[in-house]
C-alpha cells in the first residue's frame, strides 16, 4: 500500500466529514438502543451489548411523544403552506411586475430576516395572550410562516427571475389573463422553487424552540424540541428516554435532508454565493 | 387591473403577516421598554421614560450576560469559519460518491438547536459522557465539564462550533465550486505548489463566500439561546448566560415585561448594527 496513494487520501477526507456530521445523531442513536443498566455502566460500552426497544416504548408510554410529534407536524406543516403560499405571490410580484421602491422591499426583507427572535419573544407572548391565542396552534403558525418568509420569498424571486418572459408572454398572447398565464405557465416552471422553498421552511419550524417554548408551554400543546427538553427537570436519569425520543424528533428532518439534498444545498447556498 | 394594483395585491398578504408578527412586535416592544410593567404588581403599567435602560446599564447581570454574548461571538465565529473552510475544503475533493459528504455536511445543519445541545450535554456527562470517557482512555482525569464555568463555557462554544461550522462549509463549498480549475491548471504549469495556489487562488475568490457566512453567523452568534439553555440553563450561577436567555428570564419566566423589554430592544439595536453592515456591504458588492 503506497503512502501517497492519492484515493487513500481521498477516503480519509470522506472519512473525517461523514464521522463529525453524523457521528452526535449516531452516539444517540446507539444510546437508545441501550437498556438503562448499560447506560450506567463505567467504562461506558460503545458497542450495544444488549440492543433494546424498551426505550422507544417507555418514550411513548411516559410520555405524549405521539402527541408531540404531531403538534410538530401540524405547526410545521400549517407554517410551511402558509409561509410558501404568502411568499409565491410576492417572489412573483417582486420579480415580474414594476414594484415601486423594489430594492428597499428587498432590503427590508433582508433585515426582517435578521430580527432576532429572542426579541420578538417578549411583544408576541403580550399580543398572543391579549388574543386569547396562547396554547393555540395559530400562535406558532403564523410567527413560523413570518420568520421564513424572507428566506422564501427571496429564494422564489430568483427562481421566478430566471424563467423565460417569453413563455408567458406567448400564453398571454394567445388569450391567457396574466394570472391564467401564471397558473398554467409560471406555477409548473417554478415547482422546483417553491418546493425548496418549502422544505426550508418545514425544517426551521420543525427546529424551533424559543418561540415553541413561549406561545404553546402547555403539556397537551407542546412541540418535540419543547417536550424532550423538559425531560431534563423530570427525571433523574433522563437519557434513556431522551435518547429514544431524539431519535423519533429527528426522522423526520433526516428523511427530508436525505431525499432533497442536492435541493435543500442549493436552497441554502444561493444566497450566500451572490451575496 | 393595472400592474401597479396586481402588484400591490400580490405584495399585501406578506406585508400583513410581516406587519402583525414582526413589525408591529418591534414597536409594541419600543413602547414597552419605556413602561415600569409587571405582571406579578398588577396589570397596568406606568411610565417612567429611560429608566429601564439606566437600570439595565447599572445591572451587573446584564453586562454579564452581555460579556458572554460577546464571547460566544468572538471564539464561535472564527472557531466555524475555520472549522467550515477546512471540511469545504475535504468535501471539494474528486469524491466518486457525492451524497455521503453532502449529508455529512447537511445533518448538523438539519438538527435542531435544543436537540444538538442534548446530546452533546451528553457527550460532555462526567460520568457516562463520551468526552471523559477519551480523556480517561488517554491517561487524563475526569472533568466535571458542565458543572465549571470555565470548562461549561468550552463546552458550550465547542457545541456552537460543532453545529454552526457545517452551514458555513456548505457556504463556503459552494463558492469553492464557481472557481474555474483552469486556474489551478495554470498555477501548476507555472510551478507552483499546492500551499502557494491555495493561498494566491482559492483564499482570494473565496473571501465573498467567508464574508458572507461570517456576518451570518455573526447576527446568529449574537442571538445565541439554544445550545446554552439545553446544556446549561446559562448556569453554573449565571457562567454561561447570554443577552437572548437574560431577556428570556426576566419577561416570561419573572413576568417582568417592561425591563425585559428594554434588555429585548438592546440585542435588537446589537443585530440590527451589524445587519445594516451586512446591508452595506452586498450593496457594495453590487456596485
Not at chain 1, 96 to 110: G, K, T, W
Not at chain 1, 170 to 197: E, I, K, N, Q, Y
Not at chain 2, 43 to 71: C, H, M, Q
Request: hydrophobic letters at 55%; one cysteine or more; proline letters at 6%.
Amino acid at each position: 500500500m503506497k503512502i501517497n496513494n492519492p484515493r487513500i487520501w481521498l477516503w480519509l477526507a470522506a472519512a473525517i466529514v461523514v464521522l463529525n456530521g453524523f457521528f452526535p445523531a449516531l452516539w444517540i442513536f446507539m444510546t437508545s438502543i441501550k437498556g438503562e443498566a448499560e447506560l450506567t455502566r463505567i467504562p461506558i460500552t460503545y458497542w450495544p451489548e444488549n440492543p433494546t426497544l424498551q426505550n422507544y416504548v417507555q418514550a411513548f408510554r411516559e410520555q405524549p411523544l405521539a402527541r408531540y410529534f404531531l403538534n410538530s407536524l401540524v405547526v410545521a406543516g400549517f407554517s410551511t403552506l402558509l409561509c410558501v403560499g404568502v411568499a409565491s405571490l410576492a417572489a412573483y410580484a417582486l420579480a415580474r411586475l414594476h414594484v415601486p421602491r423594489r430594492n428597499l422591499i428587498l432590503s427590508l426583507l433582508v433585515g426582517v430576516s435578521m430580527f432576532p427572535v429572542a426579541s420578538l419573544m417578549v411583544p408576541l407572548y403580550q399580543i398572543f395572550v391579549e388574543l386569547g391565542l396562547r396554547n393555540t396552534y395559530l400562535a406558532l403558525i403564523l410567527p413560523h410562516a413570518a420568520l421564513s418568509l424572507p428566506v422564501a420569498t427571496l429564494t422564489l424571486v430568483s427562481f421566478f427571475a430566471g424563467i423565460p418572459r417569453d413563455l408567458e408572454s406567448a400564453a398571454m398572447v394567445d388569450g391567457s389573463t396574466r394570472l391564467g398565464a401564471l397558473w398554467h405557465v409560471v406555477v409548473p416552471l417554478a415547482a422546483p422553487g417553491v418546493f425548496t422553498a418549502a422544505i426550508l421552511a418545514f425544517v426551521n419550524s420543525w427546529d424551533e424552540f424559543l418561540l415553541a417554548s413561549t406561545l404553546l408551554p402547555a403539556k397537551a400543546m407542546r412541540t418535540l424540541p419543547v417536550g424532550i427538553q423538559l425531560y431534563q427537570g423530570e427525571y433523574v436519569f433522563p437519557w434513556p428516554l431522551i435518547s429514544a425520543a431524539l431519535v423519533v424528533a429527528l426522522v423526520p428532518v433526516a428523511l427530508v435532508i436525505a431525499v432533497f439534498q442536492e435541493r435543500v444545498v442549493g436552497g441554502l447556498t444561493q444566497g450566500g454565493v451572490k451575496g | 387591473m393595472s400592474e401597479r394594483a396586481l402588484a400591490i395585491w400580490l405584495l399585501l398578504p406578506a406585508g400583513l403577516l410581516l406587519g402583525f408578527v414582526a413589525l408591529y412586535p418591534v414597536v409594541r416592544l419600543i413602547y414597552t421598554s419605556f413602561f415600569q410593567f409587571q405582571l406579578t404588581l398588577g396589570p397596568e403599567g406606568s411610565f417612567i421614560g429611560l429608566a429601564n435602560y439606566a437600570a439595565a446599564f447599572e445591572d451587573p447581570r446584564f453586562w454579564n450576560a452581555l460579556k458572554n454574548t460577546v464571547l460566544i461571538v468572538l471564539i464561535t465565529v472564527p472557531g466555524a469559519l475555520l472549522v467550515g473552510l477546512l471540511l469545504a475544503l475535504l468535501a471539494n475533493l474528486p469524491f466518486r460518491v457525492k451524497w455521503p459528504v453532502r449529508l455529512g455536511l447537511l445533518l448538523p445543519w438539519a438538527l435542531p438547536l435544543v436537540f444538538v445541545g442534548l446530546i452533546f450535554q451528553w457527550f460532555f456527562d462526567s460520568q457516562y459522557g463520551v468526552v471523559n470517557d477519551w480523556i480517561m482512555r488517554l491517561g487524563g482525569e475526569r472533568q466535571f465539564w458542565l458543572f465549571k464555568p470555565d470548562l461549561a463555557f468550552i463546552a458550550i462554544c465547542f457545541t456552537i462550533i460543532w453545529k454552526t461550522s457545517s452551514f458555513v462549509a456548505l457556504i463556503l463549498l459552494a463558492g469553492l465550486q464557481t472557481i474555474p480549475k483552469e486556474l489551478y491548471e495554470a498555477a501548476q504549469v507555472d510551478g507552483a505548489s499546492r500551499w502557494q495556489s491555495f493561498w494566491r487562488i482559492t483564499l482570494p475568490l473565496l473571501t465573498p463566500a467567508i464574508l458572507v457566512a461570517m456576518i451570518f453567523r455573526t447576527i446568529t452568534a449574537f442571538q445565541t439561546f439554544d445550545i446554552p439553555y439545553a446544556m446549561t440553563k446559562g448556569g453554573p450561577g449565571n457562567a454561561t448566560e447570554t443577552l437572548a436567555m437574560y431577556v428570556r428570564v426576566t419577561s416570561i419566566e419573572n413576568l417582568n415585561f417592561g425591563y425585559g423589554s428594554a434588555l429585548a430592544v438592546l440585542l435588537f439595536l446589537l443585530s440590527m448594527v451589524i445587519t445594516v453592515i451586512y446591508l452595506r456591504y452586498i450593496r457594495g458588492a453590487d456596485d
